[in-house]
Protein backbone atom coordinates (compact mmCIF):
# COMPACT_ATOMS: atom_id res chain seq x y z
CA UNK A 1 0.00 0.00 0.00
CA UNK A 2 2.81 2.44 1.04
CA UNK A 3 4.47 1.86 -2.44
CA UNK A 4 0.76 2.34 -4.01
CA UNK A 5 0.59 5.74 -2.63
CA UNK A 6 3.60 6.89 -2.21
CA UNK A 7 5.14 5.96 -5.83
CA UNK A 8 7.83 3.67 -4.61
CA UNK A 9 8.98 1.43 -2.03
CA UNK A 10 11.15 3.55 0.84
CA UNK A 11 14.42 2.45 0.29
CA UNK A 12 16.67 5.24 1.66
CA UNK A 13 17.44 6.35 5.39
CA UNK A 14 17.11 10.18 6.33
CA UNK A 15 20.85 10.76 6.08
CA UNK A 16 21.27 9.25 2.67
CA UNK A 17 18.31 11.68 1.52
CA UNK A 18 19.94 14.77 2.82
CA UNK A 19 23.13 13.72 0.98
CA UNK A 20 21.59 13.08 -2.32
CA UNK A 21 19.73 16.48 -1.90
CA UNK A 22 22.35 18.37 -0.87
CA UNK A 23 21.08 19.51 2.20
CA UNK A 24 21.91 19.41 5.60
CA UNK A 25 20.60 16.91 8.14
CA UNK A 26 19.61 18.85 10.77
CA UNK A 27 17.59 21.28 8.04
CA UNK A 28 15.67 18.24 6.10
CA UNK A 29 14.68 17.00 9.54
CA UNK A 30 13.03 20.53 10.55
CA UNK A 31 11.22 20.37 7.48
CA UNK A 32 10.09 17.04 8.02
CA UNK A 33 9.03 18.01 11.37
CA UNK A 34 7.15 21.03 10.23
CA UNK A 35 5.14 19.18 7.27
CA UNK A 36 4.32 16.94 10.43
CA UNK A 37 5.54 13.49 9.41
CA UNK A 38 6.70 11.02 11.64
CA UNK A 39 10.17 10.58 13.21
CA UNK A 40 12.51 8.61 12.00
CA UNK A 41 15.75 7.52 13.25
CA UNK A 42 18.96 7.95 11.16
CA UNK A 43 18.54 4.07 10.39
CA UNK A 44 14.97 3.40 9.20
CA UNK A 45 14.81 3.17 5.78
CA UNK A 46 11.53 5.28 5.40
CA UNK A 47 12.35 7.63 2.48
CA UNK A 48 12.07 7.26 -1.46
CA UNK A 49 13.69 9.54 -4.24
CA UNK A 50 10.66 11.68 -4.24
CA UNK A 51 11.90 12.85 -1.02
CA UNK A 52 15.22 13.71 -1.89
CA UNK A 53 13.66 15.70 -5.43
CA UNK A 54 11.36 17.46 -2.74
CA UNK A 55 13.91 18.55 -0.27
CA UNK A 56 16.11 19.93 -3.85
CA UNK A 57 13.46 21.67 -4.55
CA UNK A 58 12.95 23.54 -1.42
CA UNK A 59 16.52 24.15 -1.18
CA UNK A 60 16.43 25.98 -4.54
CA UNK A 61 13.49 28.23 -3.51
CA UNK A 62 15.26 29.22 -0.97
CA UNK A 63 18.47 29.60 -2.97
CA UNK A 64 16.46 31.26 -5.57
CA UNK A 65 15.24 33.87 -2.27
CA UNK A 66 11.52 32.94 -3.19
CA UNK A 67 11.34 31.83 0.46
CA UNK A 68 13.23 33.06 3.73
CA UNK A 69 13.69 30.72 5.90
CA UNK A 70 10.83 32.37 8.04
CA UNK A 71 8.44 31.99 5.28
CA UNK A 72 9.38 28.40 4.53
CA UNK A 73 8.42 27.63 7.74
CA UNK A 74 5.06 29.28 8.10
CA UNK A 75 4.22 28.08 4.72
CA UNK A 76 5.36 24.49 5.00
CA UNK A 77 3.65 24.15 8.55
CA UNK A 78 0.41 24.97 6.47
CA UNK A 79 0.96 22.39 4.03
CA UNK A 80 1.04 20.38 6.72
CA UNK A 81 -2.47 21.03 8.10
CA UNK A 82 -4.22 21.37 5.23
CA UNK A 83 -2.91 18.18 3.64
CA UNK A 84 -3.33 16.07 6.68
CA UNK A 85 -6.39 16.80 7.08
CA UNK A 86 -6.99 16.31 3.35
CA UNK A 87 -5.71 13.11 3.41
CA UNK A 88 -7.78 12.03 6.65
CA UNK A 89 -10.95 12.59 4.96
CA UNK A 90 -9.87 11.19 1.46
CA UNK A 91 -8.74 7.89 3.68
CA UNK A 92 -11.98 7.74 5.30
CA UNK A 93 -13.70 7.59 2.23
CA UNK A 94 -12.13 4.96 0.54
CA UNK A 95 -12.57 3.21 4.16
CA UNK A 96 -16.17 3.53 3.80
CA UNK A 97 -16.64 2.71 0.27
CA UNK A 98 -14.94 -0.86 0.96
CA UNK A 99 -16.07 -1.69 4.13
CA UNK A 100 -18.93 -3.70 3.15
CA UNK A 101 -16.16 -6.37 1.45
CA UNK A 102 -14.79 -9.67 2.69
CA UNK A 103 -11.12 -7.99 2.34
CA UNK A 104 -10.65 -4.82 2.86
CA UNK A 105 -7.35 -4.59 2.64
CA UNK A 106 -6.92 -6.07 -1.32
CA UNK A 107 -10.15 -4.11 -2.18
CA UNK A 108 -8.82 -0.78 -0.99
CA UNK A 109 -5.39 -1.51 -2.80
CA UNK A 110 -7.34 -2.01 -5.83
CA UNK A 111 -9.64 1.07 -5.73
CA UNK A 112 -7.04 3.77 -4.47
CA UNK A 113 -4.70 2.39 -7.49
CA UNK A 114 -7.46 3.53 -9.67
CA UNK A 115 -8.98 6.70 -7.82
CA UNK A 116 -5.42 8.19 -6.93
CA UNK A 117 -4.13 9.07 -10.12
CA UNK A 118 -7.80 10.86 -10.84
CA UNK A 119 -7.40 12.42 -7.80
CA UNK A 120 -4.03 14.19 -7.87
CA UNK A 121 -4.72 15.43 -11.08
CA UNK A 122 -8.09 16.72 -9.89
CA UNK A 123 -6.47 18.18 -7.17
CA UNK A 124 -3.86 19.61 -9.54
CA UNK A 125 -6.26 21.58 -11.44
CA UNK A 126 -8.07 22.87 -8.34
CA UNK A 127 -4.86 24.45 -6.85
CA UNK A 128 -3.81 26.16 -10.32
CA UNK A 129 -7.96 27.31 -10.58
CA UNK A 130 -7.65 28.98 -7.04
CA UNK A 131 -4.09 30.28 -7.89
CA UNK A 132 -5.42 31.83 -11.04
CA UNK A 133 -8.30 33.38 -8.99
CA UNK A 134 -5.49 34.59 -6.24
CA UNK A 135 -3.59 36.47 -8.88
CA UNK A 136 -6.57 38.20 -10.64
CA UNK A 137 -7.32 39.79 -7.22
CA UNK A 138 -3.99 40.28 -6.10
CA UNK A 139 -3.55 42.66 -9.23
CA UNK A 140 -6.91 43.88 -9.27
CA UNK A 141 -6.32 45.34 -5.44
CA UNK A 142 -2.72 47.53 -6.31
CA UNK A 143 -2.62 48.00 -2.23
CA UNK A 144 -2.12 44.64 -1.76
CA UNK A 145 1.25 44.64 -3.71
CA UNK A 146 2.58 47.66 -1.58
CA UNK A 147 1.17 47.31 2.18
CA UNK A 148 1.24 44.84 4.25
CA UNK A 149 -2.82 45.82 4.94
CA UNK A 150 -5.52 45.68 2.75
CA UNK A 151 -9.36 47.04 3.40
CA UNK A 152 -11.94 44.04 3.12
CA UNK A 153 -14.99 43.14 5.12
CA UNK A 154 -14.93 40.52 7.27
CA UNK A 155 -17.74 38.75 8.93
CA UNK A 156 -18.28 35.12 11.17
CA UNK A 157 -21.29 32.86 10.55
CA UNK A 158 -22.10 31.25 14.24
CA UNK A 159 -24.66 28.39 14.14
CA UNK A 160 -27.20 29.15 17.45
CA UNK A 161 -27.28 26.01 19.61
CA UNK A 162 -24.75 24.39 18.28
CA UNK A 163 -24.06 22.12 20.98
CA UNK A 164 -27.88 21.40 22.10
CA UNK A 165 -28.57 20.60 18.46
CA UNK A 166 -25.16 18.51 17.95
CA UNK A 167 -26.47 16.06 20.82
CA UNK A 168 -29.51 14.98 19.35
CA UNK A 169 -27.67 13.80 16.11
CA UNK A 170 -25.97 10.28 15.82
CA UNK A 171 -22.36 10.98 14.05
CA UNK A 172 -23.89 10.66 10.31
CA UNK A 173 -26.56 13.28 10.89
CA UNK A 174 -24.12 15.39 12.86
CA UNK A 175 -21.96 15.48 9.84
CA UNK A 176 -24.79 16.34 7.23
CA UNK A 177 -26.12 19.19 8.65
CA UNK A 178 -22.35 20.76 9.49
CA UNK A 179 -21.70 19.75 5.70
CA UNK A 180 -25.07 21.45 4.72
CA UNK A 181 -24.15 24.44 6.56
CA UNK A 182 -20.67 24.96 4.96
CA UNK A 183 -21.63 23.95 1.80
CA UNK A 184 -24.78 26.61 1.09
CA UNK A 185 -22.73 29.28 3.33
CA UNK A 186 -19.48 28.34 0.99
CA UNK A 187 -21.69 28.79 -2.14
CA UNK A 188 -23.15 32.38 -1.31
CA UNK A 189 -20.50 33.71 -0.53
CA UNK A 190 -18.47 32.99 -3.66
CA UNK A 191 -21.56 34.26 -5.33
CA UNK A 192 -21.13 37.09 -4.19
CA UNK A 193 -17.68 37.47 -4.88
CA UNK A 194 -16.21 36.70 -1.49
CA UNK A 195 -14.00 33.75 0.17
CA UNK A 196 -14.41 31.65 2.46
CA UNK A 197 -11.17 31.35 5.05
CA UNK A 198 -11.80 28.56 7.40
CA UNK A 199 -14.39 26.74 8.97
CA UNK A 200 -14.33 26.11 12.59
CA UNK A 201 -16.89 23.93 13.79
CA UNK A 202 -19.83 25.44 13.86
CA UNK A 203 -18.64 28.93 12.32
CA UNK A 204 -17.28 30.27 9.13
CA UNK A 205 -14.92 32.94 8.40
CA UNK A 206 -15.38 34.38 5.12
CA UNK A 207 -13.92 37.80 3.66
CA UNK A 208 -14.89 40.42 0.94
CA UNK A 209 -14.18 43.46 -0.39
CA UNK A 210 -17.65 45.07 -0.76
CA UNK A 211 -19.50 45.65 2.88
CA UNK A 212 -22.95 45.40 1.00
CA UNK A 213 -22.40 41.81 -0.41
CA UNK A 214 -21.31 41.11 3.27
CA UNK A 215 -24.09 42.18 4.78
CA UNK A 216 -26.30 40.81 1.65
CA UNK A 217 -24.83 37.45 2.53
CA UNK A 218 -24.98 37.63 6.28
CA UNK A 219 -28.92 38.95 6.16
CA UNK A 220 -29.85 35.86 3.31
CA UNK A 221 -28.20 33.12 5.25
CA UNK A 222 -30.03 34.26 8.86
CA UNK A 223 -33.16 34.68 7.02
CA UNK A 224 -32.85 31.18 5.57
CA UNK A 225 -32.07 30.07 9.38
CA UNK A 226 -35.34 31.64 10.32
CA UNK A 227 -37.47 29.88 8.40
CA UNK A 228 -39.01 26.76 9.94
CA UNK A 229 -39.11 24.65 6.54
CA UNK A 230 -35.50 24.78 5.65
CA UNK A 231 -32.70 22.68 6.94
CA UNK A 232 -30.97 25.44 6.88
CA UNK A 233 -29.60 25.86 10.74
CA UNK A 234 -30.37 28.95 12.67
CA UNK A 235 -27.12 31.49 12.62
CA UNK A 236 -25.80 35.43 14.26
CA UNK A 237 -23.25 37.11 11.91
CA UNK A 238 -21.01 39.81 12.74
CA UNK A 239 -19.23 42.37 10.01
CA UNK A 240 -16.46 44.65 10.50
CA UNK A 241 -14.58 46.59 8.08
CA UNK A 242 -11.44 47.85 7.46
CA UNK A 243 -7.57 46.69 7.43
CA UNK A 244 -7.00 43.10 7.70
CA UNK A 245 -3.70 41.12 7.26
CA UNK A 246 -3.30 38.59 4.89
CA UNK A 247 -1.38 35.83 5.93
CA UNK A 248 -1.04 32.18 4.03
CA UNK A 249 -4.85 32.04 3.61
CA UNK A 250 -5.84 33.19 7.10
CA UNK A 251 -6.38 37.34 7.95
CA UNK A 252 -5.49 38.78 10.83
CA UNK A 253 -6.05 41.92 12.57
CA UNK A 254 -7.82 44.49 14.47
CA UNK A 255 -11.05 44.53 12.25
CA UNK A 256 -11.13 40.75 12.60
CA UNK A 257 -11.20 40.73 16.14
CA UNK A 258 -14.09 43.15 16.07
CA UNK A 259 -16.40 40.71 13.54
CA UNK A 260 -15.81 37.96 16.59
CA UNK A 261 -16.73 40.05 18.99
CA UNK A 262 -20.01 41.53 16.80
CA UNK A 263 -20.67 37.64 16.16
CA UNK A 264 -20.62 36.59 20.03
CA UNK A 265 -23.35 39.68 20.67
CA UNK A 266 -25.08 39.51 18.08
CA UNK A 267 -28.55 37.64 18.62
CA UNK A 268 -30.02 34.72 16.88
CA UNK A 269 -31.05 35.66 13.74
CA UNK A 270 -29.70 38.52 13.92
CA UNK A 271 -26.47 40.62 12.27
CA UNK A 272 -24.31 43.04 13.39
CA UNK A 273 -22.01 45.55 11.88
CA UNK A 274 -19.11 47.74 13.20
CA UNK A 275 -18.84 51.59 12.59
CA UNK A 276 -16.68 50.47 8.86
CA UNK A 277 -19.47 48.92 7.32
CA UNK A 278 -22.54 51.22 8.95
CA UNK A 279 -20.38 54.27 7.71
CA UNK A 280 -19.57 52.33 4.18
CA UNK A 281 -23.56 51.60 3.23
CA UNK A 282 -25.73 54.28 5.09
CA UNK A 283 -23.85 57.02 3.32
CA UNK A 284 -25.67 55.36 0.00
CA UNK A 285 -29.22 56.16 1.49
CA UNK A 286 -30.05 58.94 -1.68
CA UNK A 287 -28.19 56.94 -4.18
CA UNK A 288 -30.95 54.87 -5.96
CA UNK A 289 -28.56 52.36 -7.40
CA UNK A 290 -26.45 51.81 -4.10
CA UNK A 291 -26.52 49.58 -1.15
CA UNK A 292 -29.95 50.93 0.54
CA UNK A 293 -31.50 49.80 -2.30
CA UNK A 294 -32.00 46.75 -0.94
CA UNK A 295 -33.95 48.40 1.89
CA UNK A 296 -31.71 47.22 5.18
CA UNK A 297 -32.85 49.02 8.22
CA UNK A 298 -30.38 50.12 10.24
CA UNK A 299 -31.33 49.91 15.18
CA UNK A 300 -27.35 52.01 17.18
CA UNK A 301 -26.45 49.19 19.08
CA UNK A 302 -26.46 51.28 22.67
CA UNK A 303 -23.96 49.36 24.92
CA UNK A 304 -21.80 46.51 23.22
CA UNK A 305 -19.20 45.18 25.76
CA UNK A 306 -16.65 43.44 23.84
CA UNK A 307 -13.30 42.38 25.09
CA UNK A 308 -10.05 43.84 23.85
CA UNK A 309 -12.05 46.92 22.62
CA UNK A 310 -12.90 50.19 24.96
CA UNK A 311 -16.21 50.93 23.00
CA UNK A 312 -16.85 48.96 20.11
CA UNK A 313 -19.63 50.90 18.05
CA UNK A 314 -22.16 48.78 16.65
CA UNK A 315 -25.71 48.84 14.52
CA UNK A 316 -28.15 45.63 13.59
CA UNK A 317 -29.47 45.30 10.61
CA UNK A 318 -32.71 44.85 9.69
CA UNK A 319 -34.37 43.42 6.41
CA UNK A 320 -36.69 46.08 5.25
CA UNK A 321 -40.19 46.64 6.29
CA UNK A 322 -42.93 44.75 4.16
CA UNK A 323 -45.64 47.31 3.55
CA UNK A 324 -48.09 45.19 1.89
Known sequence: ?????????????????AERAGVPLDVAVTLWHQLGFPHHSDDDVAFTEGDVAALRLTSELVGMGIWSPESQAALV?????????????QTSLLAGLVSDVGEPATALTD?????????????????????ADAAQ???????????????????????????????GLDGTELVAWVDG?????????????GQVIKTIGDEVLFTVAD????????????????????????VRAGIAHGAVVRRLGDVFGTTVNAASRL????????????AGVHEALAAHDADPGGAEAAGWRWHRVRRLPAKGFTHLEAW???????DG
Open 316 to 322: RVRPPRN
Open 137 to 167: HLLEDEGVLTAAETQLSVCFVDIVGYTTHSR
Open 111 to 131: LAGDVLPRVEELQTYVWRRHL
Open 77 to 89: RTWARSYARLAEW
Open 263 to 274: TSAARPGSVLVD
Open 1 to 17: MAALLIGELPHLTRVQV
Open 211 to 234: PAAAVTVAMALTARGEDADDPFPA
Open 181 to 193: FEQDTAALVVDHG
